[in-house]
């Protein structure tokens, strides 16, 4: 998507809008970095438009929600297009966005000239029967203003048939939100397309005109993830249930292609039954006894549609690289088997058994089932108010919710395209059961060391851990995402979650705890938790390199200090209400910084990024306190800076041996996949060591900074 992802276009503004009137009412919806108007070359005159610069795109979401008057005057306001933008298919690929193509006899939507169609109009399916049309509106309301939004219900029996449509103003916000094919909404992932044109697919030698998107059934998800390069679609006809159309890509011509020839018809018209049938390959077998439940092979978290025809068992498509689950039929009865692990399957390997299930209702009894489940309740509140005992569980405190970089990441970065990685040995090598988990240490985090303080939980989890339950969220999730940082160019650079990005997160986990556990729940979890926000470091050692042209490093300093009050305002906005805010830390005497800048042979810390984190630090705790003044709620600066910097100067103090390089590898530069299981240098003892690898602290030295701070600030805040 070739827009400028933080830029507005402001059309329409009067002659007489200044640069500064852009800028003093953008404001409102964020910090804004710049603001320009178009004027004429020669007369110097307004040429009626101009555009406005933010630091982040979430900031971008909100100004685009709004209905706009400048001195008096309506505009226009959308995301600024760079000037080359062509609406061109990539040469690579038959499928794209919003548009089918088959090289015999397939199913095109294009327009004329071959170009992907611009519309105004987006079709989403694969929703949950359990979203409501407010839901549907909020989440699709943050990509630019709204003409009509509609969940697609049955006529007769009012229930929801698996898709709807949103019309905005704008064919600028259908590019916004089709940057990503996929999106999350009420629990579940669903695919957006460019709504088709009155003209319907049509098929190249005419015999079948759908004028509208697919339908999916309720038992039936979005085949196919995008690095596959290859999509998918169900048809439905009656009285087959449904068939699976493999829309195939150039690399990856995967799975059965079932095809009906069907007369033409109109949209709301009957659709009359399939006049042939047939299948490549042949049909599966007949069902297995009922009380098996077969292999379904997986997929990163999603459920792979299959055929679902009277009397057969239907089988997915071999898999190269990532499978799915798969519906299973058995006579009348029709189940939906979900993935129940979340890993890449080695060629050929369809997956691994399933728990052996006996689906006959006749093994149903309900009595002993509400015996087991009463007997089973008291266990598990017996088990409960012991580690209640054992814990020491503070109840003011209803969860945890973190967000920031590295220092608090948990696994969001696993399924990111990023390199910044870490879930793979020797990587958590001293976490419990030594399983490499996406932390960036040898054990655990800041995030799980205080979780575990506060007596919610060991570990905090990940929110985009896709075994995510509901009951997982009330004790608190980080949104932290390694390599992230407070400058949005930081997450762009590492394609990581920026900060601002994980506020849409964290909106979207607050419509969770309502959906599962109400109004009141949501209430508690805003007002009682306590909030941590670590960022800073990416910014300040990274970044910088590449704003040098813009700030110099006093002025940089201060302008990510101010991205972060701007932060603590949004999320205070959302709710938030006990908030605190870890300072930059002394990122110039990490390992890394030291072999790089430190002389060849002292090795000493670098002293400029030192500077710039302290000017970090001065501009912004007095800026948090006087947030803490005006605003309800607490808002604390944590100085974690001190605290570290006087382990480094004084290892010995705190029990450490080693200060100046990391436990993993020699501990120079190691970090991320050069910090692997093949590299023979590790040490073997990581608790003598304040860094675990080049840049990231061990468990040990993370706890000695929680055991030092925590209950300092939290007296503060309960």
Not at 14 to 37: C, H, I, M, N, P
Not at 351 to 361: F, T
Request: hydrophobic share 35%; net charge positive; charged share 20%.
């Amino acid at each position: 998507m070739d827009y400028d992802r933080f830029k507005l276009f402001v059309g329409g503004i009067g002659k007489d809008t200044s640069e500064e009137d852009l800028k003093q009412y953008f404001s409102r919806y964020g910090l804004v970095l710049g603001a320009v108007v178009a004027k004429d070359k020669v007369t110097g005159i307004s040429r009626g438009f101009g555009f406005v610069r933010y630091a982040n795109d979430y900031d971008v979401v909100k100004a685009l929600s709004g209905t706009h008057f400048i001195l008096g005057k309506p505009v226009d306001v959308r995301k600024a297009f760079r000037k080359h933008i062509l609406y061109q298919q990539p040469f690579s690929m038959k499928f794209l966005e919003g548009k089918v193509q088959q090289n015999n006899g397939g199913l095109r939507e294009m327009s004329s000239n071959g170009n992907i169609h611009r519309t105004k109009k987006i079709f989403v399916g694969g929703l949950s029967s359990n979203t409501t049309q407010e839901e549907f509106k909020s989440y699709f309301e943050r990509f630019g203003r709204t003409i009509d939004v509609v969940v697609m219900h049955d006529g007769v029996t009012n229930k929801p048939r698996g898709f709807g449509f949103v019309t905005y103003d704008s064919e600028d916000s259908v590019e916004f939100v089709m940057q990503s094919n996929f999106h999350e909404l009420s629990d579940k992932r669903v695919e957006v397309k460019r709504a088709i044109p009155k003209e319907g697919i049509q098929s190249n030698n005419g015999n079948v005109n759908v004028n509208v998107p697919p339908t999916y059934s309720s038992f039936q998800a979005t085949p196919y993830v995008p690095e596959q390069n290859g999509y998918g679609m169900v048809l439905q006809y009656p009285p087959v249930f449904g068939y699976h159309h493999s829309v195939q890509a150039v690399q990856y011509p995967y799975g059965y292609q079932f095809t009906a020839q069907v007369p033409n018809v109109s949209w709301n018209n009957p659709i009359m039954q399939p006049t042939g049938f047939y299948c490549a390959p042949p049909p599966p077998p007949p069902p297995p006894p009922s009380n098996t439940l077969g292999y379904p092979p997986y997929m990163n978290g999603f459920d792979l549609s299959g055929t679902s025809i009277p009397g057969y068992n239907p089988v997915p498509w071999p898999a190269t690289g990532d499978a799915a689950g798969v519906l299973i039929q058995f006579g009348k009865l029709k189940f939906d088997v979900h993935s129940q692990a979340h890993q890449r399957m080695n060629g050929g390997n369809m997956g691994i058994p399933l728990q052996n299930a006996n689906l006959e209702q006749k093994s149903y009894n309900p009595k002993k089932m509400m015996k087991l489940q009463i007997l089973w309740l008291a266990l598990v509140l017996i088990t409960v108010e012991a580690n209640a005992v054992k814990q020491g569980i503070n109840a003011t405190i209803p969860a945890l919710i973190v967000f920031g970089d590295s220092i608090m990441d948990t696994g969001n970065n696993n399924n990111l395209p990023t390199l910044l990685k870490c879930n793979f040995p020797p990587y958590g090598k001293d976490y419990p059961g030594g399983f490499a988990t996406g932390r960036f240490s040898d054990g655990r985090v800041p995030s799980d060391l205080i979780a575990e303080k506060l007596g919610l939980a060991k570990t905090l989890p990940a929110y985009m851990n896709p075994y995510l339950k509901p009951e997982d969220l009330l004790k608190g999730v980080t949104f932290a995402s390694g390599g992230t940082g407070y400058d949005p160019l930081t997450a762009k650079i590492m394609s990581v979650i920026s900060v601002w990005d994980q506020l849409i997160y964290f909106k979207e986990y607050i419509s969770k705890i309502k959906r599962h556990f109400g109004e009141e729940k949501a209430k508690e979890i805003l007002e009682h938790s306590f909030f941590l926000v670590v960022s800073s470091s990416n910014d300040l050692a990274h970044t910088y390199l590449a704003q040098a042209h813009r700030y110099d490093r006093t002025s940089y300093a201060n302008f990510l200090a101010d991205s972060a009050v701007h932060f603590v305002k949004e999320l205070h906005k959302l709710g938030a209400r006990k908030i605190g805010v870890f300072s930059a830390v002394p990122v110039g005497c990490v390992p890394l910084q030291r072999t790089v800048f430190g002389g060849f042979f002292t090795r000493g810390c670098n002293q400029p990024l030192n500077n710039m984190a302290k000017q970090f630090n001065a501009r912004l705790s007095p800026a948090l306190d006087s947030l803490d003044k005006e605003l309800d709620g607490v808002i604390l600066y944590i100085n974690v800076y001190d605290t570290l910097f006087d382990m480094i100067q004084h290892p010995k103090k705190y029990g450490f041996e080693v200060a100046d390089k990391g436990c993993c590898g020699k501990g120079l530069l190691t970090i991320s996949y050069m910090c692997n299981s093949l590299n023979p240098f590790t040490c073997s003892n990581s608790s003598a060591y304040i860094f675990w690898d080049s840049y990231h602290p061990t468990e040990r030295a993370y706890q000695v900074i929680v055991d030092n701070l925590l209950e300092k600030y939290l007296s503060k805040v309960y």
